[in-house]
C-alpha cells in the first residue's frame, strides 16, 4: 500500500503555463524575434526551461545568443513567476485530505530550484516540506536522482510510492525509478498522446488520486 507520493509540478499541481508564456515571449521580444504562442508552449514543456528555450527560439540562433536569451528568461521569470500561476482546481483540498490521511508528499521538477521553492512555499508549504528542482549535482528528470532523493528524505521506499504527473517525461522518470505513475488529464499533454507514450492509469480530476489510492497499486508505465 502506497504511503508516499511525488508529484510533478507544472501541469500537475500548479498551472504554470500564461506565466511562462509571458515570460518566454518577453525574452525572446528583447531580441527581436518571433514570439510563441501558448499552444506551443504547453508542447515544449516538460524537459526543463533549457529546453524550453531551445525548442522556441529559431533553429539558427547561435550559442552565444541562445545563452543571453536564456539568462534573459530565466532573469524575467524568477521575478514573475507567481503572477498568473495557481493551483488547478482541487488541488490544494486534496492535498489536504491527502495530508490528514497521513500520505507523505514531495514535489520533484525540471523547473530552477529558485522557483520550485518559491513556487512551494507560496502554494503548498501546509502540505508538502520537500521541493526539489534543477541544480548541480542532480540530473533532471527522466533521470531518477530527483525522486530517489526525495524518497530518501522522507524515508519511503520504492514499493511504497506512486508518482504523480501529466506528461511523457513524468512516466519515463517514474519508470526509471522503480516505481508506479498515475497521469493526470488537466496538465499539459492529451490522453490520446499519454497513451501512446505508454501511460494505463488516469485521473482525470484530482479527487480521482484519492480513489486511485485506496485501489490496488497501478500497473507501471
Known amino acids: 500500500m502506497a504511503d508516499t507520493i511525488i508529484w510533478d509540478l507544472d501541469g500537475t499541481l500548479l498551472n504554470t503555463l500564461d506565466d511562462l508564456c509571458d515570460s518566454v515571449n518577453y525574452a525572446l521580444t528583447q531580441y527581436h524575434l518571433p514570439t510563441r504562442d501558448r499552444m506551443e508552449i504547453r508542447r515544449f514543456l516538460g524537459n526543463g526551461i533549457r529546453n524550453l528555450i531551445g525548442q522556441s527560439v529559431p533553429e539558427n540562433i547561435s550559442e552565444t545568443v541562445f545563452d543571453e536569451i536564456f539568462q534573459t528568461f530565466r532573469t524575467y521569470y ?32 525540471n523547473k530552477i530550484q529558485g522557483a520550485v521553492t518559491d513556487l ?11 521541493a526539489i528542482g534543477e541544480s548541480e549535482g542532480i540530473r533532471r528528470k527522466p533521470a531518477p536522482d530527483m525522486v530517489h532523493k526525495a524518497m530518501e528524505l522522507l524515508h519511503s521506499s520504492e514499493e511504497s510510492t506512486i508518482y504523480v504527473g501529466d506528461s511523457e517525461v513524468d512516466l519515463q522518470t517514474a519508470a526509471n525509478s522503480g516505481i508506479k505513475c498515475i497521469s493526470v488529464l488537466w496538465g499539459f499533454r492529451d490522453e490520446d498522446f499519454l497513451i501512446q507514450k505508454g501511460a494505463e492509469t488516469f485521473a482525470k480530476c484530482p479527487q480521482d488520486i484519492i480513489g486511485l489510492l485506496s485501489q490496488p497499486t497501478p500497473s507501471n508505465a
Open 120 to 130: 512551494q512555499k507560496q502554494f503548498f508549504s501546509d502540505y508538502i516540506s520537500v
Open 78 to 109: 524568477m521575478g514573475h513567476c507567481q503572477i498568473k500561476t495557481k493551483p488547478y482546481e482541487g488541488i490544494p483540498e486534496t492535498l489536504a485530505e491527502l495530508k490528514k490521511a497521513n500520505y507523505k508528499m514531495a514535489i520533484v521538477s
